[in-house]
């Protein structure tokens, strides 16, 4: 609910990449939490990392295709999500069964924040230089 209050006041794509720097950020916290009340408080904080499909990830869609092209792409959109979160959640429990640690899994995440962050700004600049080409037309 906030991240759509926000996202109507400075926008989806700084909403999003916000949302996930500050998952990001609580992952370090988890890394390098100094005692067991900390670990509780950067859970609550790591648990922004929902925000992203659920509010994120909708709103992206509906900025980059409009509302035109809206209904056709957010369905594989919706699956692939949901796959991937399946898949995730299974992948952490396999990263612990190997390695013994929670530490490799949060690593990986870091890994998708960063690539994240980086796939959406990149659609974000192709969404604008597409929108400048059809208002040249």
């Known amino acids: 609910m906030l991240a759509g209050w926000l996202s109507d006041r400075i926008g989806t794509l700084k909403v999003t990449i916000s949302m996930s ?22 859970s609550f904080l790591f648990g922004t990392v929902y925000s992203v499909p659920v509010v994120g ?12 092209n ?3 792409v957010y369905p594989g959109i919706s699956f692939a999500l949901s796959i ?12 612990y069964d190997f390695s013994g640690s ?5 690593l990986i995440a870091l890994v998708f924040h960063a690539l994240n962050i980086f796939f959406v700004s990149l659609a974000a600049k192709q969404s604008r230089k597409q929108q400048e080409e059809v208002k040249a037309l």
């Open 21 to 42: 720097v500050l998952n990001a950020l609580s992952i370090l916290a988890l890394l390098t939490a100094p005692n067991a009340f900390s670990l509780v408080a950067f």
């Open 84 to 95: 991937g979160g399946a898949f995730s959640l299974s992948l952490v429990g396999y990263v």
């Open 57 to 68: 990830i909708t709103l992206l869609t509906r900025e980059f295709f409009r509302t035109v």
């Open 70 to 72: 809206y209904g056709k």
């Open 102 to 106: 929670y530490v490799p899994a949060f």
